[in-house]
């Protein structure tokens, strides 16, 4: 399983992002599909979540409302819309695939390369 994460980059607060995760294979729909994160200093941090066969999904609760997770079956593409951006949102964004709709990272057994989102004041 493959993972190549793109489409983060810098924006001013309040903007929006839509990092995008493209998996080999039939990654998607067989396994869930996670985005992470990791500010520097600071713990890996579950995003979002969503399984592609059943087509359902959840956010962090501290995200919900801002952040959504997508999929396209047929791209193979996971993606990451982030609006109301702020400077606390800057991390290296990570895509992940795992066999258990978790938010805990230790259950995702395939990981991307990351993407840097940097939000300014």
């Known amino acids: 399983v493959q993972l190549q994460a793109s489409g983060g980059g810098l924006v001013q607060a309040g903007g929006s992002l839509r990092p995008s995760c493209a998996a080999s294979?039939?990654?998607?729909?067989?396994?869930?599909m996670g985005w992470f994160r990791q500010a520097p200093g600071k713990d890996r941090e579950f995003v979002a979540a969503?399984?592609?066969?059943?087509?359902?999904?959840f956010s962090s609760a501290s995200m919900k409302g801002r952040f959504t997770i997508s999929g396209d079956n047929a791209k193979n593409t996971v993606y990451l819309q982030m609006n109301s951006l702020k400077p606390e949102d800057t991390a290296v964004y990570y895509c992940?695939?795992?066999?258990?709709?978790?938010?805990?990272?230790?259950?995702?057994?395939?990981w991307g390369q990351g993407t840097q989102v940097t939000v300014s004041s």
């Open positions: 992940a695939a795992g066999g258990r709709y978790s938010s805990d990272y230790a259950l995702y057994d395939y």
């Open positions: 294979g039939r990654t998607f729909s067989r396994y869930v």
């Open positions: 969503i399984n592609g066969s059943g087509g359902s999904a």
